[in-house]
């Protein structure tokens, strides 16, 4: 298959820096920009695709919020763990208060 689309490694990383379970959820809405045989799309199409895609998403979103448990498995949740290298007593108060809600748990 083929696909163009924008990627979001960048709020992945950010993600999992953050210590935060990330997933991405990408639906297309037309193909006429690449597939030259493809019929040219019209801004209602669009729309109307867009608006299918939005129901879909929330289907998405709510089966997963309901079948997702507490556990991380992919250990997400712990990051960060062995990743500080940063003597705590070097930093700055100031820092660790801006930081304390991704930091927090290790750093004091």
Known sequence: ASVIGM????E????REAEICYVTIALSTDYDCWYEEE?????????????????MSQKIIKEA???????????????????IMTDPAVIPHTIK????????????
């Open 7 to 10: 990627t979001n490694l960048n």
């Open 12 to 15: 992945a990383k950010l993600a």
């Open 39 to 55: 019929e040219a799309v019209t801004t209602a199409a669009i729309l109307e695709i867009i608006h299918k895609n939005v129901e």
């Open 65 to 83: 919020v309901r079948t997702i448990g507490d556990d991380c498995p992919c250990g997400c949740q712990t990051m960060l763990a062995n990743t």
């Open 97 to 108: 208060s801006e930081l304390a809600p991704i930091i927090g748990k290790y750093i004091k």
